[in-house]
């Protein structure tokens, strides 16, 4: 007999990520990789409002898999062979979702999707039953009441597949607000033992895969073009432009820790909810590259313009919503506070510089972390604990 899920202490020292998260947030890689594909394919070809919109919906899926999967494992973990076994069995469904994600933005047939998230959700729904088993009174009501809500929302998602193709906008927006709402009902009277230190490092570490595989995807679209013009003067600013960006974007995340302002499931709700932009926007910024690099061999049907913000739309809203929900708790004064928006804004405005925009970008976005560490130097942060 497999032995009893408890809950760990959310005052346990050194915790941290284990092999087996690692291993399950790189087969989240295959799902990013093919939903930014799609987006840059879908807004290359001149549909933006398609590309968008299937991106959004499709993103959502993935990260709200992955959520579900690491603050249950940061509260119940006891890596014993039983736990892994259903983890394996999740991670087999995050591959079957991949699957069919260009099937779903390309024809909006959802079955393959569907299907790839009944296996990660009955996994998820058997972690919590069996939390529930290995637990007593209130704890024991808030790990069925997530079996509960979790099953409910997996039916719901069945009307991405029996309604109209006009009618799963709707579908995605209601269910998906079910979804948000599952965690806040279920621990609204006992909160589960997330623990801070390790639900910050588990979204450090995602935030890291979700950047690399943007670097990846610049990559390929750099080589490619490379290999088919072979003009490096037009490439050579892009590339590093989009590189300066993408370094930057790591330096702006892991600048302060965060885990000393996740003390209460309101502040870690907020803060957990809002990594859906910061997540899909940095994915965005390696599909908005790609973009760019088409657009400047006149492969990609938009104007230089409509290239260049494929590029800045995404970069500025990751600065920004960064700030929002994870900097700004750790900034001193206004000068600090106003660098993270402002350098936002002036990213944006780099999207009338047409061709150059891109390095234009990256320069922005170096001069941000040099400003950013000048001011932190000479005044601190709001945290005691000192910068990594």
């Not at 509260?75 to 014993?80: I, K, L, R, V």
């Not at 302060?256 to 907020?270: D, E, G, K, M, W």
Request: charged share 10%; hydrophobic share 55%; net charge negative.
């Amino acid at each position: 007999m497999p032995a009893l899920m408890r809950a760990r202490s959310r005052e346990e020292a050194h915790r941290a990520a284990t092999p087996l998260e690692l291993f399950f947030d790189l087969c989240f890689v295959v799902a990013v990789a093919q939903a930014g594909g799609q987006l840059a394919h879908a807004l290359a070809e001149g549909h933006p409002g398609h590309g968008i919109t299937g991106y959004l919906m499709l993103f959502f899926a993935v990260w709200w898999a992955w959520m579900n999967f690491s603050w249950f494992s940061s509260a119940y973990d006891n890596d014993d062979a039983l736990y892994r076994v259903v983890t394996l069995v999740q991670m087999a469904g995050v591959l079957v979702l991949a699957a069919g994600v260009p099937r779903a933005f390309d024809h909006g047939d959802f079955t393959v999707v569907w299907f790839g998230y009944l296996v990660m959700r009955l996994a998820m729904v058997a972690q919590w039953l069996r939390a529930a088993h290995g637990s007593r009174g209130a704890e024991r009501r808030t790990a069925r009441r997530y079996a509960f809500g979790v099953t409910v929302c997996q039916v719901g998602w069945l009307g991405l597949l029996v309604l109209p193709q006009d009618e799963l906008l709707w579908v995605f927006v209601v269910v998906g607000l079910m979804e948000l709402a599952v965690p806040v009902w279920a621990e609204r009277e006992r909160q589960t033992a997330w623990h801070p230190h390790h639900i910050a490092e588990r979204y450090g570490l995602f935030t890291i895969i979700v950047l690399g595989e943007t670097v990846a995807a610049a990559t390929v679209a750099v080589q490619s073009a490379l290999d088919e013009h072979g003009e490096l003067s037009t490439l050579l600013p892009i590339a590093g432009g989009g590189l300066l960006v993408v370094f930057a974007a790591y330096w702006i995340y892991f600048a302060v820790p965060i885990h000393l302002h996740l003390r209460s499931n309101t502040q870690a709700f907020l803060w957990g909810y809002g990594h859906y932009l910061v997540f899909g926007s940095a994915a965005a910024v390696g599909a908005g590259i790609e973009i760019a690099v088409e657009q400047a061999f006149g492969t990609a049907h938009l104007s230089a313009f409509g290239a260049a913000a494929c590029v800045t739309v995404p970069a500025a809203l990751y600065m920004f919503t960064v700030w929002l929900i994870h900097s700004r708790h750790q900034k001193r004064g206004p000068a600090q506070q106003l660098v993270l928006p402002v350098s936002s804004v002036l990213v944006l405005a780099c999207t009338f510089a047409g061709q150059w925009a891109v390095p234009a970008a990256g320069l922005v976005a170096s001069a941000t972390v040099a400003v950013g560490v000048t001011l932190t130097a000479r005044q601190g942060t709001a945290l005691e604990e000192p910068q990594p």
